[in-house]
């Protein structure tokens, strides 16, 4: 049997919300669903923050997913064809999830930290020999 939108919402609520203490009613779900939707969506295509509405976009597919396409609770016919559609939407929250890390070719925070520290050290170790020539009285 299929489910409207603020049936699935309310079950996300009931399931996942509700048991953190972080309750809402289906209706005001599908609206935050569809803000983020839009808002995140356009933000993507625009270029504008895309690796924040990237992952915005895959959190919200992933908990719409694992709401709205229970499979293993279902059987025969209805079970595959529920099963298609998580996988379907599996495949978009992993593209989001990639999305979410993509530099553009540019180095990432990790890369650039590690290349700054190293950095770092490189400058420690000539201001040390430096220090110890000027000590041994050696000209620079």
């Known amino acids: ?50 690796r924040l509405c990237a992952l915005a976009l895959a959190a919200d597919v992933t908990a719409v997913n694992l709401t709205a396409n229970r499979f293993w609770e279902q059987e025969g016919e209805e079970r595959q064809g529920t099963q298609i559609q998580f996988m379907k939407d599996l495949a978009i929250a992993g593209g989001l999830l990639i999305a979410s890390v993509d530099t553009k070719g540019k180095p990432g925070l990790a890369w650039r930290a590690q290349h700054a520290a190293e950095a770092a050290r490189r400058a420690d170790r000539l201001l040390e020999k430096r220090r110890w020539m000027m000590e041994q009285g050696r000209a620079i």
């Open 1 to 50: 049997r299929g489910q409207d939108g603020a049936e699935v919402a309310q079950g996300f609520n009931d399931q996942v919300l509700e048991p953190v203490g972080m309750g809402a009613d289906g209706p005001t779900l599908m609206k935050v669903h569809g803000y983020v939707s839009v808002v995140a969506g356009a933000g993507l295509a625009l270029g504008v923050a895309p």
